[in-house]
């Protein structure tokens, strides 16, 4: 029964372990990859003998050094301090957990002061002022890490901030798309706008996280003001979005969003015919299908992804400044990428799937 127990407490401890590794290749790799029975015979190989080292290797060589003279002199003093060294760590631990919130909240105060010179907040309904704090925290984060990256000189304007409640309020008041959670108006020559739910309060005590949200939507203002305020019709608006994606889902704490829409996108493997029209798709088309709304925004994510991990991390937004410079997007594209905007699609899903 013991041999038994051993063997199955063995089983269960790869398989929780192949499955922690799965999820990185997930993460990391595309579908051609984490869907291969060559690399998933791999990982449950390698993760068993992880295990298997652990369990019976590992336990004799710590069993062997714990022999000699000075290990147990060393054990002796732990064990004595054992209890004092516990509370330390404790308090150690849990004043670590604190430090980054007090630091974030005195970071936060100075950001807000940058954002209220920026925005021009327009609440709809009753919203608490610790909400629209937080959004114009966020928004400016976002605003002056991108601007500082990618525009040289930023236009000195103010942005229409309208806020609502949630994005059911978003929604109706609004009338944009049911699957929206935020939206940018650019128009050339203008101030852009933006119409966004606000974030929740946070504090030391709740450190809520972000939604996407807040950088998605300033990724096409900063886009605009590549393009030098001209019309945003004149890059796709795949390509537009797919910027606005990767800039608001690379982040580490998008780790898991990223994660569920790669696991998603592995059901569609087998429909390259209707992923390769997904660039085409017209999201503003009410008949169009909340599948392939998400298909294209999660698509068009990974399509920069790729774009990045090839050619490197700025070439996307050459191309845009180059259209802000009078050229037409197919020849921007070909400029900096040496390649056809659609060929270049095409290599992504295949690269990709």
């Given at each position: 029964?013991?041999?038994?127990?051993?063997?199955?407490?063995?089983?269960?401890?790869?398989?929780?372990?192949?499955?922690?590794?799965?999820?990185?290749?997930?993460?990391?790799?595309?579908?051609?990859?984490?869907?291969?029975?060559?690399?998933?015979?791999?990982?449950?190989?390698?993760?068993?003998?992880?295990?298997?080292?652990?369990?019976?290797?590992?336990?004799?060589?710590?069993?062997?050094?714990?022999?000699?003279?000075?290990?147990?002199?060393?054990?002796?003093?732990?064990?004595?301090?054992?209890?004092?060294?516990?509370?330390?760590?404790?308090?150690?631990?849990?004043?670590?957990?604190?430090?980054?919130?007090?630091?974030?909240?005195?970071?936060?105060?100075?950001?807000?002061?940058e954002a209220e010179e920026q925005f021009l907040p327009i609440p709809y309904g009753v919203i608490s002022q610790a909400k629209i704090d937080r959004t114009l925290v966020e928004?400016?984060?976002?605003?002056?890490?991108?601007?500082?990256?990618?525009i040289e000189n930023p236009p000195d304007y103010i942005i229409k901030l309208h806020l609502f409640l949630d994005t059911n309020e978003l929604i109706k008041k609004t009338g944009?798309?049911?699957?929206?959670?935020?939206?940018?108006?650019?128009?050339?020559?203008?101030?852009?706008?933006?119409?966004?739910?606000?974030?929740?309060?946070?504090?030391?005590?709740?450190?809520?996280?972000?939604?996407?949200?807040?950088?998605?939507?300033?990724?096409?203002?900063?886009?605009?003001?590549?393009?030098?305020?001209?019309?945003?019709?004149?890059?796709?608006?795949?390509?537009?979005?797919?910027?606005?994606?990767?800039?608001?889902?690379?982040?580490?704490?998008?780790?898991?969003?990223?994660?569920?829409?790669?696991?998603?996108?592995?059901?569609?493997?087998?429909?390259?015919?209707k992923l390769k029209e997904i660039p085409n798709l017209n999201i503003k088309d009410k008949r169009v299908k909340n599948e392939d709304i998400f298909l294209f925004y999660s698509?068009?994510?990974?399509?920069?992804?790729?774009?990045?991990?090839?050619?490197?991390?700025?070439?996307?937004?050459?191309?845009?400044?180059?259209?802000?410079?009078?050229?037409?997007?197919?020849?921007?594209?070909?400029?900096?990428?040496?390649?056809?905007?659609?060929?270049?699609?095409?290599?992504?899903?295949?690269?990709?799937?």
């Amino acid at each position: 029964m013991s041999k038994l127990g051993k063997i199955s407490g063995f089983i269960i401890r790869s398989l929780i372990g192949a499955i922690f590794i799965y999820i990185l290749l997930v993460a990391v790799f595309p579908p051609r990859i984490f869907l291969s029975t060559y690399y998933v015979v791999l990982v449950l190989f390698f993760t068993g003998l992880f295990v298997l080292a652990s369990d019976f290797v590992l336990p004799r060589l710590i069993n062997n050094i714990s022999k000699f003279k000075y290990i147990k002199l060393i054990k002796q003093w732990s064990n004595r301090k054992q209890f004092i060294v516990f509370i330390v760590s404790m308090a150690i631990i849990v004043s670590l957990a604190f430090i980054k919130p007090v630091l974030d909240s005195f970071n936060d105060k100075k950001i807000l002061l940058e954002a209220e010179e920026q925005f021009l907040p327009i609440p709809y309904g009753v919203i608490s002022q610790a909400k629209i704090d937080r959004t114009l925290v966020e928004l400016q984060k976002a605003l002056s890490e991108l601007r500082n990256e990618y525009i040289e000189n930023p236009p000195d304007y103010i942005i229409k901030l309208h806020l609502f409640l949630d994005t059911n309020e978003l929604i109706k008041k609004t009338g944009i798309s049911e699957w929206s959670a935020g939206g940018a108006s650019a128009l050339p020559g203008r101030p852009p706008e933006l119409a966004i739910p606000v974030e929740q309060e946070s504090s030391i005590w709740n450190n809520t996280l972000a939604t996407s949200t807040p950088a998605h939507e300033i990724t096409h203002v900063v886009t605009f003001e590549a393009l030098q305020l001209k019309d945003m019709k004149l890059v796709p608006r795949f390509y537009l979005e797919g910027m606005a994606e990767y800039e608001s889902m690379k982040d580490f704490r998008r780790f898991f969003d990223r994660i569920w829409n790669r696991i998603n996108l592995i059901f569609y493997k087998n429909q390259l015919v209707k992923l390769k029209e997904i660039p085409n798709l017209n999201i503003k088309d009410k008949r169009v299908k909340n599948e392939d709304i998400f298909l294209f925004y999660s698509l068009s994510d990974e399509f920069i992804k790729y774009l990045v991990h090839h050619y490197g991390e700025d070439k996307h937004w050459y191309v845009v400044k180059i259209v802000g410079q009078e050229m037409n997007f197919d020849d921007s594209f070909m400029m900096v990428y040496n390649k056809e905007y659609s060929v270049a699609f095409s290599e992504f899903l295949e690269y990709f799937y």
